[in-house]
């Protein structure tokens, strides 16, 4: 099996699935905000989220904390219009970074697949998808100002403003994977396809 990448291309192809396994994990995972309610642990992705309350019905109607974590019953369920733009935004880029990266595996295994021009493609394609995560991860703290996420931070919690909670490490992920497309991998997919041959006709 010959391969269509250059020594560039491959390291771009190894770049890319990296960035893209880093910025999918971190976009899935509902770890991107840490806070807490009556003394536990809380944790909000941009549609999951960690423990939540749960209001019992009895003489009391006491409020315990369910240590579990799910997604929102619905699109319409996530707290935060920013959220659920972000949610939309982040995805289609975590999209197309993996789609970039599937596409770079193949060209290590198949002749003739990414010529420079199609690599040169990919990576504006990797440029829009980490310009995609990148926004999604600005307008994240725009959310902060939510009924739910201010419960979780002391009711201290406003629109780029933490209160008592602190950004997870998904956040990072997400925004670090996005990052490294946008600048490593876009400048190396300018490198990554062999010339093509001149076929005499």
Do not use: H
């Amino acid at each position: 099996m010959s391969s269509s990448l250059t020594c560039a291309g491959m390291l771009w192809a190894t770049l890319s699935l990296l960035c893209a396994a880093a910025s999918c994990t971190g976009f899935f995972m509902p770890y991107w905000l840490l806070g807490s309610q009556l003394d536990k642990p809380v944790s909000f992705g941009v549609f999951r989220r960690c423990t939540y309350p749960v209001r019992q019905e009895g003489q009391l109607q006491s409020v315990v904390m369910v240590e579990q974590c799910g997604r929102y019953a619905s699109f319409l369920g996530i707290p935060s219009l920013a959220w659920k733009i972000c949610s939309v935004v982040t995805g289609v880029g975590c999209g197309l970074l993996l789609l970039v990266a599937l596409t770079a595996l193949m060209g290590c295994c198949v002749s003739e697949l990414i010529s420079r021009t199609v690599g040169r493609v990919a990576g504006g394609i990797q440029f829009v998808g980490g310009l995609l995560i990148g926004s999604g991860c600005a307008l994240y703290p725009l959310g902060w100002n939510s009924e739910e996420v201010q419960q979780t931070c002391n009711n201290l919690s406003d629109q780029f403003e933490l209160g008592t909670c602190q950004l997870g490490w998904a956040y990072y992920c997400t925004g670090g994977g996005a990052a490294a497309a946008m600048l490593l991998c876009t400048w190396l997919a300018c490198f990554a396809g062999k010339k093509q041959k001149q076929y005499p006709y």
